[in-house]
Nanobody, 120 residues
Framework: QVQLVESGGGLVQAGGSLRLSCAVSGSIGSIDVMAWYRQAPGKQRELVATVTSRGNTNYIDSVKGRFTIARDNAKNTVDLQMDSLKPEDTAVYYC??????????????WGRGTVVTVSS
């Protein structure tokens, strides 16, 4: 059983900052990619940022230069530092972990989400 628990969401004014955290626990073994997704009201869930076990990161264009993803492999955690927030960043943010089960085989696990609301 693998569990992901997100924290750090809340209400912030435009231009402000929030830091999201996600802790992974359970029968983990090795985690390959960790990621943050978000789903705004009435929209599909979208990938925001990813970080590999080696620390390679990737971001969608709309958050580049404003968001930073970072993981701690020893603690099995991944954070998302969000700066210069905009109202369009308002969404439920979800953490995902791709757990390596065997060579080339991963299982995806999701958190329940944390709400981020950015007021104008």
């Amino acid at each position: 059983q693998v569990q992901l628990v997100e924290s750090g969401g809340g209400l912030v004014q435009a231009g402000g900052s929030l830091r999201l955290s996600c802790a992974v626990s359970g029968s983990i073994g090795s985690i390959d990619v960790m990621a943050w997704y978000r789903q705004a009201p009435g929209k599909q869930r979208e990938l925001v940022a990813t970080v590999t076990s080696r620390g390679n990161t990737n971001y969608i264009d709309s958050v580049k230069g404003r968001f930073t993803i970072a993981r701690d492999n020893a603690k099995n955690t991944v954070d998302l530092q969000m700066d210069s927030l905009k109202p369009e960043d308002t969404a439920v943010y979800y953490c995902k972990a791709e757990v390596l089960r065997s060579v080339g085989v991963t299982s995806n696990y999701w958190g329940r989400g944390t709400v981020v609301t950015v007021s104008s």
